[in-house]
């Protein structure tokens, strides 16, 4: 039998325990943590989104805003108002431009609102309803907006921010800065729908709004529900009632069975969508098929979100629905609406 030399044994055997050992001494120095000596591998904690503030400083006065629900007078920073009413009242998802044009609508709105001297009750300036402007507070957004609301409310505060200060004029001073949400196409004189004509809220075209999925609507209401509304007689065939229309294709009057009323007064009593309606009539219902959603006055929110995805921003946006209007610093205003405050 042959035996095994002693050195080459030796050898063998180191070779051996290096293979063993080796591994165990690079991983454990990286293993190896705090005082117990015991092996634990973290992984690296995700930073959680921080909220784009905005500075208290841009906010050159507050708004008493009525809350409908507690009958409480919130005061808001001016630019903290204006966010609030831009996620209240435009999709978040909408583009940043079309975005900061509604931030200035929103903003020449209560600045106008606020050098009026115009007050809801001895504390209060607006309310939180369509009556002013839609106004929800942080923790009703959140609600809303679930695990989306820290990257809605950034964008939106982002836009606020670029747009701080800024307002919208005509002639040097705050226009009435009506919107709403989806046109037939094209936006509607003021003096067509309300009673008085202004410069700049004259028609203009919006071919956008096709892509808003409010644009074309239905609305199914029995005949006699119609009647008790309307307090008029239909006449047999649909047919027989005769409209006029206004310059932007909504309806200016309609005659019902010798009884006349505006576009607007249909739209309101029947609660449609809009004044750019027709009638159709099928077993004893009427089918009022409507184009566009809102009153249709001023600047359109899916226009501008169009407008925006075509490359415009927020000037030209503006600039487009307000007619002779310029974005101008508010400065001259700030005074004179802290006042009224």
């Not at 309300?194 to 709004?209: F, G, I, K, M, Q």
């Not at 909504?250 to 069975?257: E, L, T």
Request: hydrophobic share 35%.
């Amino acid at each position: 039998m042959k035996r095994w030399k002693g050195p080459g044994f030796i050898v063998v055997a180191a070779l051996l325990l290096m293979i063993l050992i080796l591994p165990t001494l690079i991983v454990v120095p990286f293993i190896n943590s705090g005082e117990t000596g015991e092996a634990r591998v973290t992984p690296e904690k995700e930073k959680e989104p921080m909220l784009t503030t905005i500075p208290e400083d841009l906010s050159p006065f507050t708004v008493n805003v009525l809350r409908s629900k507690t009958n409480q007078v919130e005061e808001v920073p001016l630019e903290e108002y204006v966010a609030r009413v831009v996620a209240s009242e435009m999709p978040a998802e909408f583009e940043v431009e079309a975005l900061k044009a509604q931030a200035l609508a929103a903003r020449t709105y209560i600045v106008k609102h606020m050098t009026n001297g115009e007050k809801v009750s001895g504390q209060a300036d607006v309310t939180d309803t369509i009556q002013h402007q839609v106004y929800k507070d942080n923790n009703e957004l959140r609600q809303q907006w679930s695990a989306d609301y820290m990257e809605k409310m950034n964008k939106i505060n982002t836009a606020v921010i670029d747009t701080a200060g800024k307002i919208i004029t005509y002639e040097s001073q705050p226009i009435f800065a009506a919107f709403f949400s989806t046109s037939n196409g094209y936006t509607e004189n003021s003096e067509d729908y309300w009673e008085n004509a202004l410069p700049y809220l004259t028609s203009v075209e919006s071919p956008w709004d096709q892509e808003s999925p409010k644009y074309m609507d239905q609305k199914v209401i029995p005949i006699a529900d119609a009647e008790a509304k309307l307090g008029v007689k239909f006449p047999p065939n649909v047919s027989e009632i005769k409209m006029t229309k206004t310059e932007s294709h909504r309806v200016d009057n309609i005659s019902i069975n010798g009884k006349t009323f505006s576009g607007r007064d249909i739209r309101e009593k029947l609660d449609l969508r809009s004044s750019d309606f027709t009638v159709g009539q099928k077993d004893g219902h009427l089918i009022f098929t409507t184009k566009g959603y809102g009153h249709g006055i001023g600047m359109s929110q899916y226009g501008a979100n169009g407008m925006a995805k075509a490359g415009k921003n927020y000037e030209e946006i503006v600039q487009h629905y307000y007619k002779g209007a310029k974005v101008t610093e508010m400065n001259q205003f700030t005074a004179l609406a802290s006042t009224k405050n």
